[in-house]
């Protein structure tokens, strides 16, 4: 690779994406949330027999989930492995953090998007059947399939700003660091971000047992899907949806819903 694909190659981790916060996760549930209530009632119109209600938890769960994967595969798509981009990368890489780690945390973020996918499918296939009756019985899966949800997110937030160290550590290198690198000794090598591995327990696997919710679930991420005020999400008329701001923050959400 010569020096001008090299400066080509460093402009991609200049063009990377700021990673997500647990501030983006949690726009993103009142976000859909209004989206498919939006979505429900106009198809309630159109058929007055609908549960619009039923549909806006059951697409709800089904698209948090949708919407949380993508943003963390977002991610470890531009963190490509050391081992596809030129050496010089890796050791620029290598002497401020542990590259074992870097390794780790992408890993996290892979098991991330599975557990997404499979818990909020495993709840739309609570939300549609038979005995999901009661709209009562609808809002406690659909705060138990978020709290879930959630709870994911909140454990790779470690990874995600450790990630976002590298990120930031790659997009201020200058060509001149790569030259520096390139003919370094490394033999003074100091690693100054670490990534704690007992702070991202819970994903080792994918699997999610819809059994053992209690178990499984953070009660501070719970308490964030309450805090964000969905009940009255679904409360809102039409007129009112239409007027509510999707680029609100979850907190100024909050004092407009708790308003009405």
Do not use: W
């Not at 090299?6 to 647990?22: A, C, I, N, Q, W």
């Not at 007992?198 to 499984?216: S, Y």
């Amino acid at each position: 690779m010569d020096k001008a694909e090299m400066v080509d190659e460093m402009m991609m981790f200049k063009k990377m994406s700021v990673l997500p916060t647990e501030k983006d996760f949690l726009d993103a549930i009142v976000s859909v949330s209004l989206q498919e209530l939006k979505r429900s009632s106009l198809k309630s119109k159109a058929c007055p027999k609908f549960d619009p209600i039923h549909m806006a938890y059951r697409e709800t769960v089904r698209f948090v989930g949708t919407t949380f994967s993508a943003m963390v595969s977002k991610v470890f798509k531009e963190f490509r492995p050391l081992d596809e981009t030129h050496p010089v990368f890796g050791r620029l890489i290598s002497q401020r953090f542990d590259i074992s780690h870097l390794s780790l945390a992408v890993a996290q973020l892979v098991n991330a998007k599975r557990l997404f996918y499979s818990i909020s499918m495993r709840f739309v296939q609570l939300l549609n059947k038979d005995d999901c009756d009661s709209l009562d019985k609808c809002k406690r899966l659909n705060v138990a399939a978020l709290g879930c949800l959630l709870t994911v997110a909140m454990r790779i937030l470690p990874c995600l700003a450790y990630l976002e160290k590298v990120r930031q550590y790659m997009a201020q290198a200058t060509e001149k660091d790569l030259e520096d690198e390139n003919a370094a000794t490394l033999t003074n090598k100091k690693h100054v971000a670490l990534l704690s591995k007992e702070a991202c327990t819970g994903l080792h696997t994918p699997r999610f047992d819809i059994q053992n919710v209690a178990g499984f679930v953070l009660p501070e991420a719970v308490a964030r899907v309450e805090e964000l005020g969905l009940e009255y999400v679904f409360k809102l008329q039409d007129n009112q949806l239409d007027s509510a701001k999707l680029s609100q923050t979850h907190k100024e959400h909050l004092v407009h819903y708790s308003r009405l």
